[in-house]
């Protein structure tokens, strides 16, 4: 008699433990679900931000800063090429920390990024000089890299060479070289 009570008690045992792996295997499912939407959330809200008007009458008004001597530029101007920094250190801090996928955003605002930094990052270096404070648009400057990198690595090899036109990847100066701050948080793998 003892025996029937043991084989029920071992059969419930066997049962929860087949209903407990299910659950958790239903549970770490959900984890990916949510985890993937609240990705496509994120990536959303990102595209929005990029696309709104103001951002982008910002990002034309700093197109046509091309060439023109920073000394000539109106306050309209300099508020727009604040707004395009923060933007663009917004996205990268996002796309370095978030667990969302970066090529989408690189093939849309990569090489914009990069043209966008060579208009207003020497401006932005002297204010980072002129505020002591070298951490500020890093992730602009970051994704800027980032692009760079990946603009150079997409390049078809014939065009690798010396003697090839288009996009040139973003280099650390040397001694001398005002236009580039080290920070030593973004000295490593911008891919990281």
């Known amino acids: 008699m003892t025996l029937i009570p043991k084989a029920r008690c071992a059969i419930f ?17 959900q984890v990916a679900v949510m ?18 008007e103001h951002n982008r009458k910002a990002r034309e008004t700093v197109w046509d800063l091309e060439g023109k001597p920073r ?13 395009v ?3 663009l250190s917004q996205l990268g801090f996002i796309l370095r920390h978030g667990n969302i996928p970066r090529q989408p955003f690189l093939d849309i605002w990569g090489r914009q990024s990069i043209k966008l930094y060579t208009i207003i990052g020497p401006m932005l270096e002297d204010r ?3 505020w002591d404070s070298p951490e500020r648009w890093i992730y602009f400057e970051w994704f800027a890299r980032l692009a760079s990198m990946d603009a150079e690595r997409r390049r078809p090899w014939w065009e690798k ?15 001398g070289d ?3 701050t080290r920070v030593a948080s ?7």
Do not use: C, Y
């Open 13 to 29: 045992e066997t049962v929860s433990a087949v209903i407990a792996v299910l659950a958790a295997a239903a549970a770490s499912v």
């Open 35 to 52: 985890r993937r939407i609240a990705s496509a959330e994120r990536t959303n809200e990102l595209f929005e931000l990029m696309h709104n």
């Open 71 to 83: 000394e000539q530029w109106s306050d309209a101007e300099l508020s727009s090429a604040f707004r």
């Open 85 to 87: 920094a923060a933007d």
């Open 128 to 130: 980072r000089q002129q």
């Open 161 to 175: 060479g010396a003697w090839a036109t288009g996009v040139k990847p973003l280099v650390r100066g040397g001694a």
């Open 178 to 180: 005002g236009n580039r």
């Open 186 to 192: 973004l000295e490593g793998n911008p891919s990281a």
